[in-house]
């Protein structure tokens, strides 16, 4: 039997450089592996030196502390940061060689001469979310055609976001190209048209234009509902104490589970505060000592209860979370449908008292 000490969250790169070779070969563009948010939950220097090493060129990251985050890793790669703030700092981008996405004429503001930076235009093609609106457009790129002749930026690119995972999206594309039409007409000579990320990557190659931005992909996730890539993620506890109890006793906050039989309960150190949804209690299940076991009760902070039946196992036997799947454990997806919720939620909730470890 396996013991582990703590509950442990393992990373597997080879599911990663698999997933990377995968995109690299899938789509008719340049692959940048989108790092954001701790790589998925996967560790942003770990996500971005294997999916580098597999085939993508690029890295792309919301903030410019995750862009900071990911030179220190060593990648010497491109990088792009898109979420700035109107006051973003010029001097970090330009020391780290950092392509910046502007979405408004304030940005731009942020630009010096004596800090020239690569700019691409962050066109908002049918989310109301991040990226300019389609009427502000125009300004923008009059805007940055003048910050490019002052020498404060070159604009090397357009992007913009699409918003659905699960069909194609026409508008978004022509809205897109309808912005880069207008930029070179404004005297800007964009080389990167970027649209696609991981759903249209693997479904619409309409879209890839010169560059993809996979994230989810890379760790083994399919919005699309298209393609199996592989998990990256093993997610495992030891059991900490087991017992026997009569029919009749309420387990847990509030007694939500009272057992209707005599039965053995196990209890893990797991809990919605390292990344267990709260909102799967009485719905989720773990592989404990070859079978699935059920949540039973309200998932705790730091804990939760698993019942064993007539089938004990041992304190310190090792319970698996989640898995690839392979050996019949719960995947991401499983707890993704039991918490309602998307498998993206799950990877990145992770909680920081999980330990780490990387294969
Ligand atoms: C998160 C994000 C991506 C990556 O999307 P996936 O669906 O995870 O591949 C790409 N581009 C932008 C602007 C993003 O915010």
Same mark, same amino acid.
């Given at each position: 039997?396996?013991?582990t000490?703590?509950?442990?969250? %393992?990373?597997?790169?080879? =599911?990663?450089?698999?997933?990377?070779?995968?995109?690299?070969?899938?789509?008719?563009? =340049?692959?940048?592996a989108?790092?954001?948010?701790?790589?998925?939950? &996967?560790? $942003?220097?770990?996500?971005?030196?294997?999916?580098?090493?597999?085939?993508?060129?690029?890295?792309g990251?919301?903030? $410019?502390?995750?862009?900071?985050?990911?030179?220190?890793?060593?990648? !010497?790669?491109?990088? $792009?940061?898109?979420?700035?703030?109107?006051?973003?700092?010029? %001097?970090?981008?330009?020391?780290?060689?950092?392509?910046?996405a502007v979405?408004?004429v304030?940005?731009?503001?942020a630009?010096?001469?004596? &800090?020239?930076?690569?700019v691409?235009?962050?066109?908002d093609?049918g989310? =109301?979310? !991040?990226? =300019?609106?389609?009427d %502000?457009?125009?300004?923008?790129?009059?805007?940055?055609?003048?910050?490019?002749?002052?020498?404060?930026?070159?604009?090397?690119?357009?992007?913009?976001? $699409?918003?659905?995972?699960?069909?194609?999206?026409?508008?978004?594309?022509?809205?897109?190209l309808?912005?880069?039409?207008?930029a070179?007409?404004?005297?800007?000579?964009?080389?990167?048209?970027?649209?696609?990320?991981?759903?249209?990557?693997? @479904?619409?190659?309409? @879209?890839?234009l010169?560059?993809?931005?996979?994230?989810?992909?890379?760790?083994?996730?399919?919005?699309?509902?298209? @393609?199996?890539?592989?998990?990256?993620?093993?997610?495992?506890?030891?059991?900490?104490?087991?017992?026997?109890?009569?029919?009749?006793?309420?387990?847990?906050y509030? &007694?939500?589970?009272? @057992?209707?039989?005599?039965?053995?309960?196990?209890?893990?150190?797991?809990?919605?505060?390292?990344?267990?949804?709260?909102?799967? /209690?009485?719905?989720?299940?773990?592989?404990?000592?070859?079978?699935r076991?059920?949540?039973?009760?309200v998932?705790?902070?730091?804990?939760?209860?698993?019942?064993?039946?007539? !089938?004990?196992?041992?304190?310190?036997?090792?319970?698996?979370?989640?898995? #690839?799947? !392979?050996?019949g454990?719960?995947?991401?997806?499983?707890?993704?449908?039991w /918490?309602?919720?998307? #498998?993206? %939620?799950?990877?990145?909730?992770i909680?920081?008292?999980?330990?780490?470890?990387?294969?």
């Open positions: 039997m396996t013991r000490r703590a509950a442990t969250l %393992e990373v597997d790169l080879s =599911a990663i450089a698999a997933n990377t070779r995968l995109f690299a070969d899938t789509a008719d563009a =340049a692959l940048m989108v790092v954001k948010a701790d790589g998925f939950g &996967h560790g $942003l220097a770990d996500v971005a030196r294997t999916a580098l090493a597999h085939g993508a060129t690029w890295c990251v919301t903030s $410019l502390e995750e862009a900071v985050a990911v030179r220190a890793a060593g990648v !010497d790669a491109p990088v $792009l940061s898109w979420l700035n703030p109107v006051d973003w700092d010029v %001097e970090t981008a330009a020391a780290h060689r950092v392509d910046v979405p408004s304030r940005h731009l503001a630009t010096h001469a004596d &800090h020239p930076v690569r691409h235009l962050h066109l093609t989310m =109301a979310r !991040d990226g =300019a609106a389609p %502000e457009w125009p300004a923008l790129v009059a805007a940055a055609r003048r910050a490019e002749a002052d020498g404060r930026i070159a604009v090397v690119g357009v992007m913009g976001h $699409l918003p659905f995972a699960d069909r194609p999206d026409p508008a978004g594309l022509a809205a897109l309808h912005g880069v039409d207008l070179v007409r404004a005297g800007l000579r964009p080389s990167l048209r970027h649209l696609a990320t991981t759903a249209a990557a693997l @479904t619409d190659p309409s @879209t890839h010169d560059l993809v931005r996979v994230g989810v992909g890379l760790v083994g996730v399919d919005p699309s509902g298209s @393609t199996r890539l592989r998990p990256a993620l093993r997610l495992t506890a030891p059991v900490v104490q087991v017992r026997r109890v009569p029919a009749g006793t309420g387990v847990g509030g &007694h939500a589970h009272v @057992t209707d039989r005599a039965t053995t309960l196990a209890l893990l150190p797991l809990g919605y505060a390292d990344g267990l949804p709260r909102a799967a /209690s009485g719905r989720g299940g773990v592989l404990l000592a070859g079978r076991r059920p949540v039973v009760g998932i705790s902070m730091d804990q939760v209860v698993v019942d064993l039946g007539d !089938d004990p196992v041992e304190p310190g036997a090792e319970a698996v979370v989640f898995g #690839p799947g !392979d050996a454990e719960p995947t991401v997806a499983d707890w993704a449908r /918490s309602g919720t998307i #498998p993206h %939620e799950i990877v990145t909730g909680g920081p008292r999980v330990r780490r470890s990387v294969r």
